[in-house]
């Protein structure tokens, strides 16, 4: 019950959040800055015949690029201005079907083995039970078939990851908790896949920019501007931040990795 709750209340974090920044969200292109459009595609290789499901696919970055190659792509998300923005710009880029879905990632609503594909980039860190949507992820796809997945990764020293989780929800209370890279291996592992293939790297960010995304209210942004800066000397976040002039700069690291249901 506790976790029903603790469930429906991020939730509720997410689709307010990302009701309110839909557009910003778009308009700054952050997964394709993260390269996790061409790098994911690059991995899964995806052909005429596969059946593709983008789980949290908000505006639809990564299906717009699916969509053409495919069979059937479709995307699932708990924010209606999300799929609103991804109907717009995921259509016109292929002419094939495209379902998009209000739904959760906890319970997505298809049959086992529906396709041969599933995917989701940079949603893993606002799910309140990552393991529980790797799960549904792995049900959904076909024997053989394959779950990729994208997001920020945090150090692997617990501390310092805590750390980063804390300055991260103080910028976006709907962020619940950036994994290791490890940690993201685990849960593909922990939901019986098979992982062959991945891909890593870091991106400049600067505070700024970071926190319009998210619409942080400028006291707050005062607060994450000291909390970051105070974490060095000694990188105690792994975010590496610098001050130049009015500007923070810091490093975010991403993981794509791809896994196999045997
Ligand atoms: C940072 S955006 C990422 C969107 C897209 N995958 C991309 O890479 O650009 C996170 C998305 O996850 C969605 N989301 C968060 N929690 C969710 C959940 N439990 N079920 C479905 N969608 C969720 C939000 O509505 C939002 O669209």
Known sequence: VREDAERRDVQRRSRERF?????RYAASGMT???GQVTSLLALLA???GDAVLDVACGPGSLLAALAPRVRLAAGVDLTPEMLRLARAQALPAG????RLVRGEAEALPFRDGAFSIVTTTSAIHHYANPGAVVAEMARVCRRG???GIADLVGPADEEKRALQNEIERLRDPSH????SEA?????LSQA???IEGRAAGALSRELGEWCAIARTPPEVVRRVRAMLLATQPGDRAGLAPEAAGEEVRFRHQWVNLVARKP
């Open 192 to 194: 019986g896949l098979e």
């Open 183 to 187: 940690g993201l291996e685990a849960l």
């Open 19 to 23: 009701g309110l920044t839909a557009e």
């Open 176 to 179: 619940v908790e950036v994994l």
């Open 95 to 98: 002419s094939r079907p495209l």
């Open 32 to 34: 394709a800055r993260f």
């Open 145 to 147: 078939g394959r779950v």
């Open 46 to 48: 995806p052909s005429a």
